[in-house]
């Protein structure tokens, strides 16, 4: 799954936290049912392009910045194949209530498309609080020889290079599930999406768990009743995201956020647990469409 890296986190400063946040997560998610699962070129599942939303609720509080209540919803849209490459339009809408009196609401809208070698990806973001545009991202990056080359245009133009070890957001998908395919438990991949200020690389630790057998046990939400997910495995996986630049400088690698969900070998996923820190929200998938998509010749 890929999930816009934190979108609650930067408006939390305003309602007086420290936070924040990188686009991936891509949290990162299909209604009628399936034909037998497609395969994309060498043999493993091609990632099922679908429309997936998902409502979330405040799950636990931490330390002295507690929250009183938190309540949103994703919107997730994934298409594509390795041919036409991957887009996605991503949005998410965070009410957070401090217990002060003072609600805020966040509202962050993204889009991108990755090329399916993963040598390209395009991105957009907006980010609303209280109905105000507070930023605005727009670039591209593109994988050389040598390296990265990222080109903004947005919030102003720059243009830099970042170090080639890098992957983009439906790749690290992919990675995920052929290393818990081969039945690995960590991997360790540095990931760029565009989010934040368009300049962020974060390092990130995947944590993936026994595999869990078509139907053991039966999920309780949207994909309860889609028969087609009854004989494909899923796996419980957990995302740490760590700043590099704070890496880079000699500070504490503590992660900037986690996220942790249950991921099907189509690349869908559920059961989403996201941890900002000082608290953590649930999201349970309330509905799933599968999309057609053109494959592969």
Not at 46 to 72: E, I, N, P
Not at 142 to 161: C, H, W
Not at 253 to 264: C, D, K, N, W
Not at 268 to 277: E, M, P, T
Request: aromatic share 8%.
């Amino acid at each position: 799954m890929r999930i816009p890296a934190a979108p609650v986190r930067p408006i939390l400063a305003t309602v007086a936290w420290s936070v924040t946040w990188p686009l991936t997560w891509a949290l990162v998610l299909v209604a009628m049912s399936l034909p037998a699962p497609a395969l994309a070129q060498g043999g493993a599942m091609a990632l099922a392009s679908h429309r997936a939303v998902y409502d979330l609720k405040l799950a636990t509080t931490r330390g002295k910045r507690s929250m009183q209540a938190v309540r949103g919803r994703i919107l997730y849209d994934f298409t594509g194949s390795a041919c036409e490459g991957y887009a996605l339009q991503f949005r998410q809408v965070s009410e957070l209530d401090s217990g002060e009196g003072k609600v805020a609401v966040s509202d962050l809208r993204a889009t991108s498309w990755e090329e399916g070698s993963a040598k390209r990806l395009r991105f957009h973001s907006m980010n609303y609080f209280d109905d105000r545009l507070r930023d605005q991202i727009d670039g591209q990056a593109e994988r050389e020889e040598r390296g990265v080359a990222i080109r903004l245009t947005s919030p102003n133009e720059k243009a830099f290079d970042l170090k080639a070890d890098l992957v983009f957001p439906t790749e690290q998908v992919r990675r995920i599930i052929a290393a818990a395919g081969e039945g690995k438990t960590l991997l360790q991949l540095a990931v760029y999406d565009g989010s934040d200020n368009g300049e962020k690389v974060y390092d990130t630790l995947t944590v993936i768990g026994r595999a869990i057998a078509p139907g053991e046990p039966k999920p309780a939400d949207a994909i309860a009743s889609q028969a087609a997910f009854a004989g494909l495995t899923r796996w419980p996986v957990t995302i740490s995201y760590f700043d590099r630049s704070a890496a880079d400088k000699g500070g504490e690698q503590t992660p900037v956020y986690a996220i942790t969900f249950e991921l099907y070998e189509n690349g869908v996923s559920r059961a989403l647990i996201l941890d900002y820190g000082d608290f953590v929200l649930s999201g349970e998938m309330t509905s799933i469409e599968m999309k057609d998509v053109k494959p592969c010749p």
